[in-house]
Nanobody
Framework: QVRLVESGGGSVQTGGSLRLSCDSSGSIGYYRPYCMGWFRQAPGKEREGVAFINSDGETSVIDSVQVRFTISQDNAQNTLYLQMNSLKPEDTAMYYC????????????????????WGRGTQVTVSS
């Protein structure tokens, strides 16, 4: 299936920026068409979907990160990115990349169980 490896997490102060990467090493081609997304999970909270992109390049982000976060992918569609600007302490979480086939259901994060392939995550910590 699809192997996903996240990187780019770290510790920043409020207002700082980070760029997360998710490398599929081309394995995303297993799904055609595909839906890929970024999820996050803060301590004691449920995992939530943050931003999504499909193989047509259509994107969506949740309201709480609108304007601040941008999801994108490289031209070869091997690497997924999440540019995070104006970071806030409430953005502190483990960030995960996930992928699935883009069939029948919208490309979003409503159902985590829709995603069979996950990376191990990268930690983002925002201090005030």
């Amino acid at each position: 299936q699809v192997r996903l490896v996240e990187s780019g997490g770290g510790s920043v102060q409020t207002g700082g920026s980070l760029r997360l990467s998710c490398d599929s090493s081309g394995s995303i081609g297993y799904y055609r068409p595909y839906c890929m997304g970024w999820f996050r999970q803060a301590p004691g909270k449920e995992r939530e979907g943050v931003a999504f992109i499909n193989s047509d390049g259509e994107t969506s982000v949740i309201d709480s990160v609108q304007v601040r976060f941008t999801i994108s992918q490289d031209n070869a569609q091997n690497t997924l990115y999440l540019q995070m600007n104006s970071l806030k302490p409430e953005d502190t979480a483990m960030y995960y990349c996930a992928a699935r086939a883009y069939i029948l259901v919208p490309c979003d994060g409503l159902l985590l169980s829709d995603y069979p392939d996950w990376g191990r995550g990268t930690q983002v910590t925002v201090s005030s």
